[in-house]
């Protein structure tokens, strides 16, 4: 399972992007909020806003075939 977010899923005009492969939410979390203050400073970093950035998280399921 990957789990993806980009910036511009937000609106903003940001190409970031992070992709963890490990089923970890809080390193996906962290990064992000490591790009929101470094970039995005005018952003408030309150629980209302962090629960609108999970739910902008991508989840995919990749699967693999072995011939």
């Known amino acids: ?3 993806t977010i ?3 899923f937000t609106g903003t005009d940001c190409n970031w992007s992070e992709e963890s492969t490990r ?3 809080e390193e996906l979390l962290s990064r992000i909020k ?3 203050l470094a970039e995005h ?3 408030e970093l309150n629980s209302e806003n962090i629960e ?7 989840v995919t399921k ?5 011939g």
Do not use: G
């Open 34 to 36: 490591e790009h929101i």
């Open 52 to 58: 609108n950035i999970k739910s902008l998280i991508k």
């Open 6 to 8: 980009n910036c511009n």
């Open 62 to 66: 990749r699967f693999w075939w072995w």
């Open 41 to 43: 400073k005018e952003f």
């Open 23 to 25: 089923n970890d939410d």
């Open 1 to 3: 399972m990957t789990k």
